[in-house]
């Protein structure tokens, strides 16, 4: 639309023209808000951090599995091995015991198998023999047995493992190695595994705390032996 304005100054007369339309409010363009950013998406979280169950292992066995003639549990071979190889263990040998020989307050091996099964290892190391020198072969083969037979069906899941019957530092009798035989049938006849390791304490009278025992250096020795092998074994 046009506006006219006429405009009388000192005689003149002055017409101003103005084409200026007014703003129709109706007609302006709103303007566009912007959309908001889209959140992006989740991003994948980490998972949980997961710790490793700890290996647990049991040893069973004889005096020299107890530790009979270290200065202390910590010089004994079977926690040793334990902490050398990060395992949590759990320890079940008792003085004068063996897979038949039994003592009045610890029975034989076989007789530990609750106990052991309680503690729900992953391994179990069977350890011992020279204790069943006096016992007749048929009766330690038939304990030896039985012992295996029970740790299977007790824990089907478990590794099971048999260790060579020592004697010492003086030469072994023909009946302890006749034992290792029998401990070796006995322990593969349930898928277990046998280790045929040659006694570190052979010859080595220095390693010994008196005439049955090893002392903390013998128990070094037998640790060192039994290591390697059985990360071999496990691994």
């Known amino acids: 639309m046009v506006v006219a304005a006429i405009l ?14 007014p703003e129709d409010a109706g007609n302006t363009i709103a303007s566009r808000t912007p959309a908001a950013p889209r959140s992006p998406p989740d991003a994948p979280r980490p998972a949980p951090t ?28 079977t926690t040793l091995v334990s902490k050398s190889l990060g395992f949590t263990e759990r320890n079940f040998g008792a003085d004068g015991t063996g897979y038949a020989k039994t003592s009045s307050d610890a029975g034989d091996f076989a007789s530990r198998v609750r106990d052991v099964a309680a503690a729900h ?12 020198n006096t016992n007749s072969l048929d009766t330690v083969s038939s304990r030896t047995h039985a012992l295996f037979d029970a740790l299977h069906e007790q824990l089907p899941h478990a590794t099971l493992v048999a260790i060579t019957p020592w004697w010492g530092d003086s030469d072994t009798p023909t009946q302890v190695t006749a034992i290792g035989q029998a401990v070796k049938q006995a322990v593969t006849s349930v898928g277990g595994s046998y280790l045929d390791i040659p006694d570190p304490i052979h010859h080595h009278p220095g390693f010994m705390a008196d005439a049955a025992d090893p002392d903390d250096d013998g128990y070094a020795a037998i640790a060192a032996a039994i290591e390697p092998k059985l990360k071999r074994l496990l691994d």
């Open 50 to 77: 997961k710790h490793p169950k700890p290996t647990v292992v049991a040893f069973v066995g004889d005096d020299w599995t107890a530790g009979t003639g270290a200065s202390s549990n910590a010089k004994r071979f």
């Open 8 to 21: 009388v100054v000192g005689g003149a007369v002055y017409v101003v023209m103005n084409n200026h339309a």
């Open 121 to 132: 290892p992953d391994i179990v190391v069977v350890s011992g023999g020279r204790n069943d």
